[in-house]
């Protein structure tokens, strides 16, 4: 008999073909992202569920009574409630490494189009603003030579920090709780404690998992530190900022800039201070979102799903439920 699965989300045609020759499924027929509450009504006997983001915690696991394996579609895992799932033996699972480059190109392009002011320039053109000549108030600042600051040099700050060393000349140092000193080799890249990092960069990019350490890294103190000249780029998740402080300082000018995929609350309301700001550029969480990287992890993530429910080990564990 095949395992009953829940699939959650949307997913590309073939990747549903694979599913549905190796599982039973029901499949999300609501409009948007199922919540936790919609989750715990639709998983009945379900034994995997496919989910993006969703919470997993006490009220979808006590509501599927014969859940064995999650398979969370992203890299970021931290909707994840770890400690119910080990306390029911509840394998989970994630997609990291293959969105790592197309993440990576996203850091470079939120860091160029907010140096080069591309969001701003291009709403001037097409609303008729551009006049001849280019006033210097205009003028954006240089990516090339400037000193990169990434907390969390990860496998996607790794791939950031290739890229703007070796195709932007970028400084770049990191920022780890661990050193790495084989990247620090193989990328030319320095480490710097955290307060040294935010003080001396030009950009500085955020890219840490969410948990309850890096919740609100990046707060007032941290941002006082910044350079008045530097800009915050956020490709991870929006609580590892204190968001309120952020529009402080952009508001009063304490930095120059900042670059969002992440949010607090996503989708951004309409309202948000935010969407007032010409100095920071805002992308609807689209880190890795291209036509070929979401197929591939929704294919990773199915063939975890599989793995798991017919005995074989699932190749993406996360980290803190292996064995
Ligand atoms: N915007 C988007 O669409 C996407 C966002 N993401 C986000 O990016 C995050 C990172 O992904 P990925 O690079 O694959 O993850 P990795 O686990 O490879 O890297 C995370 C890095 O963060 C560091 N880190 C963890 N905790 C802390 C801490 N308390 N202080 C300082 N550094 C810390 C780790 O080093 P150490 O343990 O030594 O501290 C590690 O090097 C994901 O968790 C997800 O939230 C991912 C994909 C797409
Ligand atoms: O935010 C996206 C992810 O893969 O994590």
Partial sequence: MKPRIYIARALPEPVAAYLEANCECRYWQGPGSITEEELAA???????????????????????????????????YNNLDLSALAARRIVATHTPYVPDDTVADLGM?????????????????????????????????????????IIGMGRIG????????????MDVVYY???????????????YMP???????SDFVLLLTPLTPQTRRLIGEKQ??????SAIFINISRGETVDEAALIRA?????????????????????????TRMDHMVALPHIGSATAETRLN???????????????????????????
């Avoid at 709403?123 to 600051?149: F, N, S």
């Avoid at 790794?158 to 000349?169: Q, W």
């Avoid at 955290?194 to 001396?200: A, N």
């Fill in 223 to 228: 941002l006082a530190l910044m350079k008045r």
């Fill in 194 to 200: 955290l307060d040294e990092l935010l003080s001396t």
């Fill in 42 to 76: 639709e998983i009945g006997d379900a034994e995997g569920v496919l989910l993006t983001g969703t919470p997993v915690g006490e009220k979808v696991l006590k509501a599927g009574y014969k859940l064995r394996v999650v398979s969370n579609l992203s890299a970021g």
């Fill in 176 to 190: 780890n709780r661990r050193r790495k000193p084989e990247a620090e080799e193989r990328l030319g890249i320095g």
């Fill in 158 to 169: 790794e791939a950031v920090a290739r890229r703007a060393a070796k195709g932007f000349d």
């Fill in 250 to 274: 952009l508001e009063t000018r304490r930095i120059a800039g900042a670059g969002l995929d992440v949010f607090e609350r996503e989708p951004l309301p309409p309202d948000h201070p935010f």
């Fill in 109 to 149: 392009t939120l860091i160029l189009a907010t140096a080069r002011r591309v969001a701003e320039l291009d709403r001037m053109v097409k609303e008729g603003r551009w006049r001849q000549g280019m006033d210097a108030e205009l003028y954006g600042l240089d990516v090339h030579h400037k000193r990169l600051g």
């Fill in 297 to 323: 992890m929704a294919f990773a993530a199915a063939r975890n799903l599989v793995r798991a429910l017919t005995g074989l080990t699932p190749i993406d564990i996360v980290p803190e439920l292996r064995a």
